[in-house]
Nanobody, 120 residues
Framework: QVQLVESGGGLVQPGGSLRLSCAASGSYISINVMGWYRQAPGKQRELAATITSGGSTNYADSVKGRFTISRDNAKKTVYLQMNSLKPEDTAVYYC??????????????WGQGTQVTVSS
């Protein structure tokens, strides 16, 4: 089982910044994709940003130029630096990871979620 633990959410004013972190632990051979999805009240969960083990990134159009995803493979941690935050960024942010377990089966894991609220 692969566990993901998020931190860094909170309340911030419009235009402010937050940095989310997510650390992976457990038994696995490798992690391929790590990333962040978000779910606003009454809406479906959507992609925010992902990053592969090789460093290739993918961003939702709504966050391009404002959010930056990065990854420390040695620390098994993914980060999301969020700048110029808008009220519409308010959501629960979920960490995601997939890869290969020691059993040689693929895994896909989700964190518990961390609340980000952008409000004056």
């Amino acid at each position: 089982q692969v566990q993901l633990v998020e931190s860094g959410g909170g309340l911030v004013q419009p235009g402010g910044s937050l940095r989310l972190s997510c650390a992976a632990s457990g038994s696995y051979i490798s992690i391929n994709v790590m990333g962040w999805y978000r779910q606003a009240p009454g809406k479906q969960r959507e992609l925010a940003a992902t990053i592969t083990s090789g460093g290739s990134t993918n961003y939702a159009d709504s966050v391009k130029g404002r959010f930056t995803i990065s990854r420390d493979n040695a620390k098994k941690t993914v980060y999301l630096q969020m700048n110029s935050l808008k009220p519409e960024d308010t959501a629960v942010y979920y960490c995601y990871a997939d890869g290969l377990k020691r059993s040689l089966y693929q895994f896909a894991s989700w964190g518990q979620g961390t609340q980000v609220t952008v409000s004056s």
